[in-house]
């Protein structure tokens, strides 16, 4: 009789455990913070991915919306209809010309990720032969691959307004099928559409026009935070926190950021791979080049903001960066002056 009431009093008892265990995780479940955040399937923002697939292992509930493109993600950062995302140095210029911005940068995403690409075969391209308007120049206008190019044709003593430049409108795939039919002989874009390109043969990369290493340096995406985050420390922190560890476990695993890649976007392995050789996550974001994208935007009239390189640094923020990391603002990239 009392062996049998021992092993009713134990059965309560881990029925009981099991149901307070399932209250515990209920109310540790609810208590993680919900937020959405921005992305596209490009290279830089595999960290982004990794923070929405691993949310509950860094305490939270996140929803990740897609984007094609980064102007689509400024709108909704700008209208609040998401929290986090990811933007180029051109947007935050684009929404500080009218206004001011309703999110701030708190850490940068990737450099290298603009590109020249060319015919198959063709040899090596010079800026002088682009300057020259006799090669067909594929072209986003506007973005930042063609702000970049325009800057370093303007470094090297060439007029961007002699470029036979053909503007196209559509996705980085259709960019690239300018190429593919001869319209274009040399273009801009991005991977993976270059490197898919590549391997079917079509196109090379145009290493030798580097578009990454003038004034405005290779800064690619930024990682951004809707303003009304700044005010919820304990959730910015937490999102920074997982997006930085995020960030580093990709820098050490070179497979991880494969696999990661070729998941979201479905992409053949050697595109995945030849996609992240002329990529570099980086934490970092320099104020001074990114100012020079401003005073750069407003010489060549796509601002209308005077100073706007003296304003725009309010928005730049690198307080949260620095607490997650423990680097200074400065080694993060802060101006010194």
């Known amino acids: 009789m009392e062996k049998s009431y021992k092993r009713k009093v134990l059965s309560a008892l881990v029925a009981a455990g099991v149901s307070l265990s399932g209250t515990f995780a209920a109310k540790a479940e609810e208590a993680a913070p919900s937020v959405k955040i921005g992305w596209q399937k490009i290279p830089m923002l595999a960290a982004s991915y990794l923070v929405g697939q691993n949310a509950k292992s860094h305490g939270l509930n996140v929803e990740l919306i897609h984007f094609n493109r980064y102007s689509d993600m400024r709108v909704a950062l700008e209208n609040g209809s998401i929290d986090f995302g990811s933007i180029s140095p051109t947007d935050?210029?684009?929404?500080?010309?009218?206004?001011?911005?309703?999110?701030?940068?708190?850490?940068?995403?990737?450099?290298?990720?603009?590109?020249?690409?060319?015919?198959?075969?063709?040899?090596?391209?010079?800026?002088?032969?682009?300057?020259?308007?006799?090669?067909?120049?594929?072209?986003?206008?506007?973005?930042?691959?063609?702000?970049?190019?325009?800057?370093?044709?303007?470094?090297?003593?060439?007029?961007?307004?002699?470029?036979?430049?053909?503007?196209?409108?559509?996705?980085?795939?259709?960019?690239?099928?300018?190429?593919?039919?001869?319209?274009?002989?040399?273009?801009?874009?991005?991977d993976p559409a270059i490197a898919q390109a590549v391997l079917e043969g079509y196109a090379e990369y145009a290493d030798e026009l580097d578009i990454n290493s003038s004034k405005l340096g290779g800064q690619?995406?930024?990682?951004?935070?809707?303003?009304?985050?700044?005010?919820?420390?304990?959730?910015?922190?937490?999102?920074?926190?997982?997006?930085?560890?995020?960030?580093?476990?990709?820098?050490?695993?070179?497979?991880?950021?494969?696999?990661?890649?070729?998941?979201?976007?479905?992409?053949e392995r050697k595109v995945a791979e030849l996609s992240l050789q002329r990529v570099h996550l980086d934490l970092t974001f320099s104020e001074d080049q990114l100012k020079s994208f401003s005073s750069f935007m407003y010489?060549?009239?796509?601002?209308?903001?005077?100073?706007?390189?003296?304003?725009?640094?309010?928005?730049?923020?690198?307080?949260?960066?620095?607490?997650?990391?423990?680097?200074?603002?400065?080694?993060?990239?802060?101006?010194?002056?």
């Open 92 to 190: 935050v210029n684009v929404v500080a010309d009218a206004g001011e911005p309703n999110f701030s940068v708190i850490a940068g995403q990737a450099k290298g990720g603009d590109l020249i690409a060319k015919k198959a075969g063709l040899g090596p391209v010079t800026w002088e032969q682009l300057a020259s308007g006799k090669i067909p120049f594929g072209s986003f206008g506007g973005g930042i691959a063609w702000l970049k190019t325009v800057a370093t044709m303007d470094e090297k003593g060439y007029d961007f307004g002699k470029v036979d430049e053909i503007k196209v409108a559509g996705t980085i795939q259709d960019v690239m099928q300018n190429v593919k039919i001869g319209k274009a002989q040399v273009t801009m874009n991005v």
């Open 220 to 267: 690619n995406s930024l990682f951004v935070a809707n303003k009304k985050l700044l005010d919820n420390q304990d959730v910015l922190d937490k999102v920074l926190r997982a997006y930085v560890s995020e960030t580093k476990r990709l820098q050490d695993d070179r497979e991880l950021w494969v696999t990661t890649y070729q998941e979201y976007t479905g992409v």
């Open 299 to 337: 010489d060549k009239g796509l601002v209308r903001s005077e100073g706007l390189a003296d304003k725009i640094g309010t928005n730049y923020n690198y307080g949260p960066l620095s607490k997650v990391t423990g680097k200074t603002a400065e080694e993060l990239g802060k101006s010194k002056q």
